[in-house]
């Protein structure tokens, strides 16, 4: 098969060519983590507070149970909660 596909008439960097940013991918659990750390930081879960149970979190972030553990784990490496 030809590749009818023509190169490319400017690198990158160069003038006339718009700067690109590249595409951010992430997780479902990426997005439980920020809406969970958000809550940390606006005050409505509060230090020493405990977290709804996973079940319920699960239920009220609409992920899984496992997505749910992921963000939590994430968010104690991360020294936001304190897993006990």
């Given at each position: 098969?030809?590749?009818?596909?023509?190169?490319?008439?400017?690198?990158?960097?160069?003038?006339?060519?718009?700067?690109?940013?590249?595409?951010?991918?992430?997780?479902?659990?990426?997005?439980?983590?920020?809406?969970?750390?958000?809550?940390?930081?606006?005050?409505?879960?509060?230090?020493?507070?405990r977290l709804p149970p996973e079940r319920t979190l699960s239920d009220l972030l609409g992920v899984s149970r496992p997505t749910v553990r992921e963000?939590?784990?994430?968010?104690?490496?991360?020294?936001?909660?304190?897993?006990?």
């Amino acid at each position: 098969m030809n590749d009818h596909r023509k190169p490319a008439d400017h690198a990158a960097g160069e003038p006339g060519v718009p700067t690109f940013k590249a595409v951010e991918r992430h997780s479902i659990a990426m997005d439980a983590i920020e809406q969970l750390e958000g809550l940390v930081a606006s005050g409505a879960l509060r230090p020493g507070e405990r977290l709804p149970p996973e079940r319920t979190l699960s239920d009220l972030l609409g992920v899984s149970r496992p997505t749910v553990r992921e963000a939590v784990n994430a968010l104690a490496a991360m020294g936001i909660l304190d897993k006990r």
